[in-house]
């Protein structure tokens, strides 16, 4: 088996891009980004339906010791998982935002709290559809581009500052 490593490109001021070639090598990014996560962070993935955007948050996840498995939240929009490993989070919240309409149904799954709390990480999919909802600080960026149907750019943001 041939093993391709993915090697980062610094784009400065907290930009990264690279390119994975496959589910595991995404994961393997994802990884690398959980460990440089806080409580308090919210990670925004955006991408088009099937760039990997659970795949990330999945692998996010396994990282952080959440059991069971995440799944999709396409359906039911929002769960959270207590996280096993780490004193720094002690939720992981997944929040789908692709069938919400408006902002209010944010705010009525109660992501307000989630997103004051300094010991959840949140993260979310399709963030774009409520761009102003984030809090400005502490927000983590992944971008996921398909480039061909096993390979995808990954950009990734961190907050200025962030080691
Ligand atoms: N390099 C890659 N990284 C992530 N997923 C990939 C990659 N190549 C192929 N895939 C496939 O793309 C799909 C991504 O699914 P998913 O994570 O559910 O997407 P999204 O949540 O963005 O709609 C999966 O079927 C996965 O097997
Ligand atoms: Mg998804």
Known sequence: MMVTRVKPSRLGSGLTAQISRSVGETSRCAAGLARRLQGGDTVLVSGPVGSGKTVFIKALARVLGVRPVVRSPSFVVL??????????????????????????????????????????????????????????????RVSLKPTSKTTRRIVIKVPAGRA
């Open 79 to 140: 769960a959270s998982y207590p996280v096993r490993r780490g004193d720094r989070i002690r939720t992981l919240v997944h929040i789908d935002c692709y069938r919400l309409k408006r902002r209010t149904e944010l705010e009525t799954i109660g992501v307000r709290d989630y997103l004051n709390s300094g010991c959840s990480l949140v993260a979310v999919e399709w963030p774009d559809q409520f761009p102003w909802a984030w809090p400005g600080r502490r927000l983590v």
